[in-house]
């Protein structure tokens, strides 16, 4: 990618994974249930700064149809594609990852955080607060973060998958 190119970048990915993730939830149905948030999540930072609440305006991704909010009403959904994510650094509690998943879990209030990310030429991952058994999670534990492999969670139907994050 050339320089400059990163918000190109994390754009196509949000879109992927919005398509992915409407797939995944209506089981092959649909692949319009989610998008790209306003400002890609920014506006419920800039309400925040002045103590304003927003509806359904954390995170990266939204429900454009009430068939998402199955998904949208129990998650706040984090999105990126860096070049490097620090996963090596994370097993420390240091890096990116670190600083990422603190702020997400802070912003997710009632809601459970679901950081979706990729780094270049590596496959995607998601960072779930709870254990999925029956699923390779990824060596990495600290501060309540499992990994997992975006396609290993997605092949789970949804419906397993919500009864799962209840537990």
Known sequence: MKSGGGKAKGGEFERQVCKRLSEWVSDGKS??????SA???GRATVRKKKNQ????????????TPAG??????YVIECKHL???GLDLYVYGQGPL??????????????????IFK?????????????????????IYWSDLHLYHFEDI???????????SEE
């Not at 609440?53 to 454009?64: C, H, K, L, P, W």
């Not at 590596?122 to 029956?134: E, K, T």
Request: hydrophobic share 40%.
């Open 39 to 41: 400002m890609s999540g």
């Open 119 to 139: 780094e270049n030429r590596r496959p995607i991952l998601i960072g779930l607060s709870f254990v999925c058994p029956g699923l390779v999670t990824l060596a």
């Open 83 to 85: 070049k490097s994510i």
């Open 98 to 115: 670190t600083g990422i998943w603190d702020k997400l879990r802070k912003e997710s209030n009632s809601k459970r955080p679901m950081l």
């Open 31 to 36: 692949d319009d249930l989610f998008w790209r």
């Open 53 to 64: 609440e927003t509806a359904s305006g954390q995170g990266d991704i939204t429900a454009v």
């Open 154 to 164: 997605t092949s789970i139907p949804y419906f397993s998958f919500g009864f799962l």
């Open 69 to 74: 909010n199955i998904l949208t009403d129990r």
